[in-house]
């Protein structure tokens, strides 16, 4: 379960950069991108970014449900929005890419071809199915999570150019075991062995506050707080938002854990990391 902390600062003036966000352009927001920045302006927001779906993982297994972002669509609308807003806020053009070892050379592609700002690295997928689906809760937890784990650090080793590391823990949001959390102790080696790799590869932790429940954070504090005990610098904060009620979702949480430990979040300008 999460840690108890304390708050040693007050971080509630502080603006944390939402970098994932949906509208639309992905198969299930129910956000209009233009809307979600007049939301961003209205609160006095300093940028705004998208992050849409581009799952060629689930295209290359047939999953109709998940439909691909059209690249050049979304980047002309966010290129309008660039134009029309310049004066107002700042917009971040990033993709969030559903690995598979099959869909790299797609991802690489990808990446050469469109000026992204940044690439989220996600896990959605095992034994060909959808983590929140029950055909991968049908095995014990500690199993499934194993093998879920065993996923993202093949996908922290993807090559092709991404910066952070979406949701670690997202079997989690959807779970039905009495006892769902994914802990750093049930799965010491591997979660090691991921976030050395993460600050082997300098590549940044989502602190994602998407968890469908009373929990604030994925990863758990537990696994946040080996990360830092490690070394680990690099966070990014993500609501994970498909819809306007849940705009920028628990960022003040965010911001207190992370002052808590005396660390900060970043965003990214043209695939650059900028601290916050």
Not at 19 to 35: K, P, V
Not at 67 to 84: F, G, H, Q, S, W
Not at 124 to 135: N, T
Not at 231 to 242: K, L, V
Request: with cysteine.
């Amino acid at each position: 379960s999460d840690l108890d902390y304390n708050i040693s600062m007050n971080s509630k003036d502080k603006f944390v950069t939402d970098l994932h966000q949906h509208s639309t352009f992905s198969y299930d927001g129910r956000q209009n991108a233009e809307e979600v920045v007049k939301k961003a302006i209205e609160n006095g927001d300093k940028r705004v970014c998208f992050s849409e779906h581009y799952d060629y993982d689930c295209f290359l297994l047939g999953i109709s449900s998940a439909p691909l972002v059209n690249p050049d669509e979304y980047k002309a609308e966010i290129t309008r929005l660039k134009a029309k807003y310049s004066d107002k806020i700042e917009i971040l053009f990033g993709i969030e890419f559903g690995y598979s070892k099959e869909a790299v050379e797609k991802y690489r592609e990808l990446t050469e071809k469109y000026d992204f700002d940044y690439v989220i690295n996600s896990v959605h997928l095992l034994y060909g199915k959808d983590c929140c689906k029950k055909e991968f809760l049908k095995k014990d937890k500690v199993t499934a999570y194993g093998d879920y784990l065993k996923t993202v650090l093949e996908s922290v080793n993807a090559d092709y150019k991404w910066q952070i590391v979406g949701h670690l823990s997202y079997p989690v949001r959807y779970a039905t075991y009495e006892n769902r959390e994914l802990l750093y102790d049930e799965h010491r080696e591997i979660i090691d062995e991921i976030l050395n790799t993460i600050i082997r590869w300098n590549k940044y932790l989502e602190i994602n506050t998407s968890s469908k429940d009373e929990r604030v954070f994925s990863p758990e504090i537990g696994i946040i707080k080996r990360y830092i005990d490690l070394g680990g610098e690099n966070f990014t904060y993500g609501s994970d938002s498909h819809d306007l009620s849940r705009y920028r979702e628990k960022c003040d949480k965010v911001a207190e854990l992370l002052a808590f430990f005396g660390k900060t979040t970043s965003f990214f300008r043209e695939m650059r990391p900028v601290a916050e």
